[in-house]
T-cell receptor, first 115, second 116 residues
Framework: KAGVTQTPRYLIKTRGQQVTLSCSPISGHRSVSWYQQTPGQGLQFLFEYFSETQRNKGNFPGRFSGRQFSNSRSEMNVSTLELGDSALYLC??????????????FGPGTRLTVL | AQTVTQSQPEMSVQEAETVTLSCTYDTSENNYYLFWYKQPPSRQMILVIRQEAYKQQNATENRFSVNFQKAAKSFSLKISDSQLGDTAMYFCAFMKHTGANSKLTFGKGITLSVRP
């Protein structure tokens, strides 16, 4: 069974641009969660999508948005990029919702650098 | 708001020895879950062990076990018979047991190095 895949793996953007990251969950998984990992702030939860609906959201500004498609693939968009958005963005998939204690399987991440 | 604190940024242990990673958390919730995640140098994070707060018995998964002290809000991870493959960053995480806004809150992580 293929694991969680994220594309692209590396990305370089400049301030003010926008970016879209993609996550393909494990086959059969319906929940996708996104996380931002930085040396300063550590790992922070962005949001969770289940059945094409955002179910939970972390404390990030509205510049961070996401969506989920009918095949459970998810995209995350960051608009008006700032230097502080440079991070490793991880996505994780699970069979069901996080609060039902479904185990999450993480992807390798997308390394975003904002210049 | 919940907070998770991992006060030790780095630890080192000799192969085959035992090491304990510390984690404390702060919450007013009574029902919640606690997790330890491992992130090896390849960056793919995996779940090591989890504990439901309502369970008094400490969780165990092979060489990994936890010491859950609910009153003290402490959740340490013990790795027995350390192996080179245990070298990784370890994150402690908290999640409250309600449907609304059930998100994972992570500690800053601890880098564990296993020496041959």
């Amino acid at each position: 069974k293929a694991g969680v895949t994220q594309t692209p793996r590396y990305l370089i953007k400049t301030r003010g641009q926008q970016v879209t990251l993609s996550c393909s969950p494990i086959s059969g998984h319906r929940s996708v969660s996104w996380y931002q990992q930085t040396p300063g702030q550590g790992l922070q939860f962005l949001f969770e999508y289940f059945s094409e609906t955002q179910r939970n959201k972390g404390n990030f500004p509205g510049r961070f948005s996401g969506r989920q498609f009918s095949n459970s693939r998810s995209e995350m968009n960051v608009s008006t990029l700032e230097l502080g958005d440079s991070a490793l963005y991880l996505c994780a998939s699970s069979m069901g919702l996080l609060f039902d204690l479904n185990e999450q399987f993480f992807g390798p991440g997308t390394r975003l650098t904002v210049l | 708001a919940q907070t998770v604190t991992q006060s030790q940024p780095e630890m080192s242990v000799q192969e085959a020895e035992t090491v304990t990673l510390s984690c404390t958390y702060d919450t007013s919730e009574n029902n919640y879950y606690l997790f330890w995640y491992k992130q090896p140098p390849s960056r793919q994070m995996i779940l090591v062990i989890r504990q439901e707060a309502y369970k008094q018995q400490n969780a165990t998964e092979n060489r990994f076990s936890v010491n859950f002290q609910k009153a003290a809000k402490s959740f340490s991870l013990k790795i027995s018979d350390s192996q080179l493959g245990d070298t990784a960053m370890y994150f402690c995480a908290f999640m409250k047991h309600t449907g609304a806004n059930s998100k994972l809150t992570f500690g800053k992580g601890i880098t564990l190095s296993v020496r041959p």
